[in-house]
């Protein structure tokens, strides 16, 4: 069995997590890179290493140095639009830690490392003392993820195909702080 370190990226890590981000956004979601959506990809050095309120956690395979999973906070709340107005009043920019990016590379699956980057991501918010709320938004259809959030948290909104102007089917999560 392989035993992970979970610790803040390095400079050294970052190809390594932009991989497992890109393979994500490929293989799980379909999507592909998607440049309005996906700038943190490629470049997390300044949007979760450089601000000082923001970090990108990895979990490396001690076996090997293989960077298996990444998860990543910032201080960005929901943008309106493609968020609902009221989604990003209730989490504003600045006192809201923003959940991104865990993702676990399906070898690596089912061992625990989504949820100890989550803990890692939840400890240095309270570290911080600046933030009044965690969010997270997730797709019903992305890997494990649905079962890992209900448990650490609860569905704030879910905006289904059939809501008015049509929904995208986000689940949008918070987590408690404390």
């Given at each position: 069995?392989?035993?992970?370190h979970?610790?803040?990226?390095?400079?050294?890590?970052?190809?390594?997590?932009?991989?497992?981000?890109?393979?994500?956004?490929?293989?799980?979601?379909?999507?592909?890179?998607?440049?309005r959506?996906?700038?943190?990809?490629?470049?997390p050095?300044?949007?979760y290493?450089?601000?000082?309120r923001h970090t990108?956690?990895?979990?490396?395979?001690?076996?090997?140095?293989?960077?298996?999973?990444?998860?990543?906070?910032?201080?960005?709340?929901?943008?309106?639009?493609?968020?609902?107005?009221?989604?990003?009043?209730?989490?504003?920019?600045g006192?809201?830690?923003?959940?991104?990016?865990?993702?676990?590379?399906?070898?690596?699956r089912?061992?625990?490392?989504?949820?100890?980057?989550?803990?890692?991501l939840?400890d240095?918010?309270?570290?911080?003392?600046g933030?009044?709320?965690?969010?997270?938004?997730?797709?019903?259809?992305?890997?494990?993820?649905?079962?890992?959030?209900?448990?650490l948290?609860k569905?704030?909104?879910?905006?289904?195909?059939e809501m008015?102007?049509g929904g995208?089917g986000?689940?949008h999560?918070?987590?408690?702080?404390?």
């Open positions: 069995m392989l035993n992970y979970i610790r803040t990226a390095t400079a050294e890590d970052l190809d390594d997590a932009r991989a497992v981000m890109l393979d994500t956004v490929y293989r799980d979601f379909g999507t592909g890179y998607v440049p959506w996906h700038a943190d990809i490629v470049d050095e300044s949007f290493v450089a601000p000082p990108l956690l990895v979990a490396v395979a001690e076996e090997d140095g293989t960077v298996a999973a990444t998860a990543a906070l910032d201080a960005r709340g929901p943008a309106h639009p493609p968020n609902p107005q009221w989604l990003a009043e209730r989490y504003p920019s006192v809201t830690a923003q959940l991104r990016r865990v993702y676990v590379r399906p070898e690596h089912r061992r625990g490392l989504a949820k100890r980057l989550v803990d890692g939840l240095f918010a309270r570290a911080d003392g933030y009044q709320a965690v969010y997270l938004h997730t797709y019903p259809h992305s890997p494990g993820a649905m079962g890992l959030w209900q448990t948290g569905v704030v909104c879910e905006e289904r195909e008015p102007g995208s986000v689940v999560f918070e987590i408690p702080l404390v």
